[in-house]
């Protein structure tokens, strides 16, 4: 299961951007990886660790920001249809850790 944050901060003010900055930071921390500059995804092996990973995203939300969080099976995350530019790289893949046999 894949589980994607998407935000929308404030970041006109320098508290703001802190905020958004340690925002960014946390879902780091949290193993996120960045897919676009307001988009994180980060793979989950059961619904239940992502329902909980969801949950600690909900408690980071600065005051004035927004953000949902999307879930996606192994089957409907193959099915995105990504387009970048030429400088564009392959989106991230299943971590190794996870196989099981």
Do not use: C, H
């Given at each position: 299961?894949w589980v994607?944050a ?5 970041v ?11 925002f960014r930071?946390?879902?780091?921390d ?9 988009v ?11 329902d ?8 980071l939300?600065p005051a004035?920001g ?7 099976t192994d089957?409907q ?9 030429e ?15």
């Amino acid at each position: 299961m894949w589980v994607w944050a998407l935000f929308d901060l404030p970041v006109l003010a320098p508290d703001a951007r802190k905020r958004a900055t340690r925002f960014r930071k946390d879902l780091l921390d949290l193993g996120f990886e960045m897919v676009q500059f307001s988009v994180s995804a980060k793979y989950s092996k059961s619904k239940e660790k992502a329902d909980a990973v969801a949950n600690k995203v909900g408690r980071l939300v600065p005051a004035d920001g927004k953000v949902d969080v999307l879930f996606f099976t192994d089957k409907q995350y193959e099915l995105i249809k990504s387009y970048r530019g030429e400088a564009a790289t392959d989106k991230p893949e299943k971590p190794e850790q996870f196989t099981m046999f």
